[in-house]
C-alpha cells in the first residue's frame, strides 16, 4: 500500500505560480513511476504529468507543456509540480498518483494509488 498526501495549492492569480507537493508512504517510493492529474467540476480526471521512478523520463499533456515541470527527490518519497504561468483554465483539484510500476503512465487506469487532491484555484 501506499499513501500519499498533497499540498500546496491555493488561490492564486492568472499569471502567477504555485508549486505542490505529494508525500508517500508505504512502500518504496523509487519502485512507483508518478503522475499528476486535474480534475475540474463536471469533467473528467484529465492527465497533467508524469514521470518515471528515476527521474529521467516525464511527460506531459499539452495544455500545460512549457509551463509546469514535474520532479521527484527519492530520498523524500516526495513529487513536485511546478507550476507557472497559471491560467484561469488551470483551476482544478489536482490529485498525485502512484503508478503501478517504475515505468511512467498517462492514463488514470494505469494508477494504483491517489491522493486526495489539493485544490487550485486562478483567479483572472
Not at 503522475?35 to 529521467?56: H, K, L, Y
Request: aromatic letters at 10%; glycine letters at 12%.
Amino acid at each position: 500500500q501506499v499513501q500519499l498526501v498533497e499540498s500546496g495549492g491555493g488561490l492564486v492569480q492568472a499569471g502567477g505560480s504555485l508549486r505542490l507537493s505529494c508525500v508517500a508512504s508505504g512502500r518504496t517510493f523509487s519502485m512507483y513511476a508518478m503522475g499528476w492529474f486535474r480534475q475540474a467540476p463536471g469533467n473528467e480526471r484529465d492527465f497533467v504529468t508524469a514521470i518515471n521512478w528515476s527521474g529521467s523520463s516525464t511527460a506531459y499533456a499539452d495544455s500545460v507543456k512549457g509551463r509546469f515541470t514535474i520532479s521527484r527527490d527519492n530520498a523524500k518519497n516526495t513529487v513536485y509540480l511546478q507550476m507557472n504561468s497559471l491560467k484561469p483554465e488551470d483551476k482544478a483539484v489536482y490529485y498525485c498518483a502512484a503508478a503501478n510500476s517504475r515505468h511512467l503512465s498517462i492514463t488514470t487506469s494505469g494508477m494504483g494509488y491517489w491522493g486526495k487532491g489539493t485544490l487550485v484555484t486562478v483567479s483572472s
